[in-house]
Each structure stands twice: as C-alpha cells, then as structure tokens.
C-alpha cells in the first residue's frame, strides 16, 4: 500500500509540531521545513504528495517557493495565509496554489481540505465511455491524463485537469458556477468564485495560447462556463 506523504512548511515550530501530530494521527507520513530553501530541497528530493506552505516564511517566501515549484512539479499546494483578505488568496492561486486556508484554522477544515486536494489528484477515478476527445489539434485523454495541443503536452495541475474535464465532457452546455466549484473544489466551495475565476484564467492561458485555434473557454454571463469547440475545415 502506497503512502501519502504531506510536506508541511513552517517557521513557527509549534504549527509544525501540531501539524506533524495532526496529520499522522491520519495516517500520513509528515515531512518538515522551517524555511523556503529548505522546502524546495525537500520536495526535490522526496517528491512528497502534497505541500502545505506558509506564505510567509524567512529567506524565500512561499509566494515564490509555490512559483518555482511550479516551474518543474504538479505536486498539489495548500497555501497557508496569516492574512484573510481576497488579495492574498488570489496571488497565492495565481501562483499555482490548489487551495489556500487562512491562519488560525480548525484542524477539521484542514483535513478536509487535504482530502478533497488529494481526491483531485487521484487517477481512480472513473473513466468516460468514450476514453479521449478532440477538438481540433486539442486531445484530452481521459485513461492518462494527459492533454495535448498539435502533439505537445499540456501540464496541467490536478486541479486544472479536473476542472478542464468537467468543461470537456459536457462540450457547448453552460456549466454553472455552483456547480463547478461543488464538482471541483467540494461542496463547502460553492460561494467562492475566485478560484473558478483564477484556474479559468490558467486554462485559457495553457489551451488557448495562440488564440486560433478552435478551442475556447466561453464566460456564460450569470451562468458559468462552456467549453466552446469549433472544428477548423
């Protein structure tokens, strides 16, 4: 049986501690950094399953440990921010962040939290009854997981494939916000848009990078999104 191992990013000694305890007691093995230098080494060398990163941190922040990690791993990011304000969980998705909590938190919500991150980026589950689509030189292959544009491969984190799925499969229906976030992120979403906002945003960024192509992500206005697909002759 496979194990999950959390990476937990912290200087203050007692959240680590508390955190290390907490997470065990779950049955995940608890790896620890007190600094930003130090998570990155740890999560090159360890490829742990999930990160749960302060933002602020001494020597390299987590705004910046979550943008290089970015740069060569999908490993899913939890931020963890002293500050509750939008601006600050915006920049942290924006970054690359799956999801970000804001300090003190109940444990509970965390678990949860980890939970839903880890469901995302689990390959269990159930495959379409029809293994891959296209649109134009777009290809999603529902078995791999892999996406690719005129034979380059997309990365996508587990949340964008998630969420680019969901737009895929009910191609030319308007999806509503609701539902999205409930679908993606977990029922306790459902009221926060900013996080369809910003990995919307990624999806068009990665998929509609030449902004020819037949393929786009259309805004339903009061409603939601659709995937939009239109066959090149």
């Not at 937990?8 to 907490?22: M, Q």
């Not at 891959?132 to 030189?137: N, S, V």
């Not at 494939?161 to 737009?167: I, S, V």
Request: charged share 25%.
């Amino acid at each position: 049986m496979a194990h999950t191992y959390i990476l937990v990013v912290d200087d203050d000694a007692k959240i680590v501690n508390f955190l290390r305890v907490s997470l065990s007691r779950e049955g995940w093995h608890v790896l620890t950094a007190s600094d930003g230098t130090e998570a990155l080494q740890i999560a090159e060398k360890e490829s742990p399953d999930l990160v749960l990163l302060a933002m602020m941190l001494p020597d390299v922040d987590g705004f910046e440990v979550c943008r290089q990690l970015r740069q060569w791993s999908q490993v899913p990011i939890i931020g963890l921010s002293t500050r509750g304000d939008t601006a600050d969980k915006v920049k942290c998705l924006n970054l690359g962040a799956d999801d970000c909590i804001t300090k003190p938190f109940g444990i509970d919500e965390l678990i949860a939290r980890i939970r839903a991150v880890l469901r995302r980026n689990s390959i269990g589950d159930s495959t379409p009854a029809g293994s891959r689509f296209r649109c134009g030189k777009l290809k999603v292959d529902f078995i791999t997981r892999k996406v690719t544009d005129n034979g380059r491969e997309i990365r996508l984190t587990p949340t964008e494939y998630e969420l680019l799925r969901e737009l895929v499969l009910s191609v030319e229906r308007p999806l509503g916000y609701r539902y999205l976030l409930g679908k993606i992120w977990g029922p306790e979403y459902k009221t926060e848009r900013e996080y369809l906002h910003v990995y919307i945003g990624h999806l068009r960024a990665k998929i509609e990078c030449d902004h020819k192509g037949p393929a786009s992500i259309v805004c339903v206005p009061g409603v939601g999104y659709r995937f939009q697909c239109q066959e090149t002759p």
